[in-house]
């Protein structure tokens, strides 16, 4: 089926631990978004890519980088993981927002869990 | 800065009954605003949307009500189900390239049979 994969679904890492969180779209779509999910803060952007080659910061890029590898895999790496990134990452994608063609499509998450 | 606000993070409603989720936005220059509905342990969806042209737009049991003079925005569902038991999101293009969206904070809606 086509849409957005993330792996892996659960991870615990220690503090000061790296790990790459993968994603990849199967839909063309020319950008890609890193969100977290945090109880009653909702969905905060990390990074975002509006197109192949392109990587900026969102609203909470501190302790992350991301990569934008080709059109279809989009990235986000931790490289010294801290207890207040343990939280739920979900990627997305979209298409160009044209008529009722608006919003995103979500990967199903990951959990993070930093100790 | 959050400019796209849920102020109750939960709604408890009865099956069969109306249920409304209420979202205020801060930035007068959102032209367009999705409502996203989230299970657990999966990606929200996407529900229904407005644009700012419009003050209602309904997609069955759904419907989204704008009211750009106060900031806000309600989506209703008529009749709930226990299978809107869900959180919701309201959520903004934020404008610029790379079309980012803004979100609340969400609701937590339960129907209880």
């Known amino acids: 089926n086509a849409g957005v994969t993330q792996t892996p679904k659960f991870q615990v890492l220690k503090t000061g631990q790296s790990m790459t969180l993968q994603c990849a779209q199967d839909m063309n779509h020319n950008s890609m978004y890193w969100y977290r999910q945090d109880p009653g803060m909702g969905l905060r952007l990390i990074y975002y890519s509006a197109s192949e080659g392109t990587t900026d910061k969102g609203e909470v890029p501190n302790g992350y980088n991301v990569s934008r590898l080709n059109k279809r895999e989009f990235s986000l790496r931790l490289e010294s993981a801290a207890p207040s990134q343990t939280s739920v990452y979900f990627c997305?994608?979209?298409?160009?927002?044209?008529?009722?063609?608006?919003?995103?499509?979500f990967g199903s998450g990951t959990r993070l869990t930093v100790v | 800065d959050q400019q796209v606000k849920q102020n109750s993070p939960s709604l408890s409603v009865q099956e069969g009954r109306i249920s409304i989720l209420n979202c205020d936005y801060t930035n007068s220059m959102f032209d367009y605003f999705l409502w996203y509905k989230k299970y657990p342990a999966e990606g929200p969806t996407f529900l229904i949307s407005?644009?700012?042209?419009?003050d209602k737009n309904e997609d069955g049991r759904f419907t989204v009500f704008l009211n750009k003079s106060a900031k806000h925005l309600s989506l209703h569902i008529v009749p709930s189900q226990p299978g809107d038991s869900a959180v919701y999101f309201c959520a903004a293009p934020r404008g610029g390239a790379g079309n980012m969206l803004t979100f609340g904070g969400g609701t937590r809606l339960m129907v209880k049979p």
């Open positions: 407005i644009s700012s042209i419009k």
């Open positions: 997305a994608s979209s298409g160009p927002w044209t008529g009722a063609n608006y919003g995103y499509t």
